[in-house]
Nanobody, 129 residues
Framework: QVQLVESGGGSVQSGGSLRLSCAAS????????VAWFRQAQGKEREGVAA???????NYADSVKARYTISRDNAKTTLYLQMNSVKPEDSAIYYC???????????????????????WGQGTQVTVSS
């Protein structure tokens, strides 16, 4: 049984930092594209960042240069380092795993929520101004 469990969410002031973690089990973790999505209240879920099995990374324009995604295959854990956070970063953050590449043939599968096979339960991030 596949499980993805996020942690590290909480409240932070604008300009601060936060580090999210996602512990995975029950899958050949190193072979998966793994990603972070977020969903703010009243908005659609959006892809934030993804990292492929070869450690290549992808970022949404809104978080580039502020967020860093990384993975530790030995610990089957995904991370998201969030720096210089803004109030608009407030959302529930989800990790997801896709049994396929993050990108292929120019198609950015990593941004498409329905392309993912497994999801965590989410962790709330609240940024105050």
């Amino acid at each position: 049984q596949v499980q993805l469990v996020e942690s590290g969410g909480g409240s932070v002031q604008s300009g601060g930092s936060l580090r999210l973690s996602c512990a995975a089990s029950g899958l050949t973790y190193s072979a998966y594209c793994v990603a972070w999505f977020r969903q703010a209240q009243g908005k659609e879920r959006e892809g934030v960042a993804a990292i492929d099995s070869d450690d290549s990374t992808n970022y949404a324009d809104s978080v580039k240069a502020r967020y860093t995604i990384s993975r530790d295959n030995a610990k089957t854990t995904l991370y998201l380092q969030m720096n210089s956070v803004k109030p608009e970063d407030s959302a529930i953050y989800y990790c997801a795993a896709r049994a396929g590449p993050c990108t292929y043939g120019g198609v950015r599968f990593w941004m498409v929520s329905r392309a993912y096979n497994h999801w965590g339960q989410g962790t709330q991030v609240t940024v105050s101004s």
